[in-house]
């Protein structure tokens, strides 16, 4: 079993910067890729990014391309979510995952067998 810890949420003000870090209490073997999910009240847990063990690659939902930045330390088994530019509709409970992904999907919760308890971030305009 693997235990995913997040932390750095927290208040900020809109156009400003948070960083969210994710530890896994040990390598996720036979997982290809960590992700953020991310769920306001009342709606659907959503994709923000993905990074890819092997490649490195990464994926990144329309809605914060160019202002979010995953990246991973493969010696501290972390990923981390840098968010620059916030803006309120930002405001979400954030859940590190991880799991293995079939093809590009990797906004699909099904294939995330690993998560985190969550960190909440609130966006005030």
């Known amino acids: 079993q693997v235990q995913l810890v997040e932390s750095g949420g927290g208040s900020v003000q809109a156009g400003g910067s948070l960083r969210l870090s994710c530890t896994a209490s040990?390598?996720?073997?036979?997982?290809?890729?960590m992700g953020w999910f991310r769920q306001a009240p009342g709606k659907e847990r959503e994709g923000v990014a993905v990074?890819?063990?092997?490649?490195?690659?990464?994926r990144y939902a329309d809605s914060v391309k160019g202002r979010f930045t995953i990246s991973r330390d493969n010696a501290e088994n972390a990923v981390y979510l840098q968010m620059n530019s916030v803006k309120p509709e930002d405001t979400a409970m954030y859940y590190c995952?991880?799991?293995?992904?079939?093809?590009?999907?990797?906004?699909?919760?099904?294939?995330?067998?690993?998560w985190g308890q969550g960190t909440q971030v609130t966006v005030s305009s």
């Open positions: 995952a991880a799991g293995f992904v079939a093809g590009d999907r990797w906004m699909e919760t099904r294939y995330y067998d690993y």
């Open positions: 040990r390598y996720p073997y036979g997982r290809n890729s």
């Open positions: 990074v890819y063990f092997g490649s490195g690659g990464t």
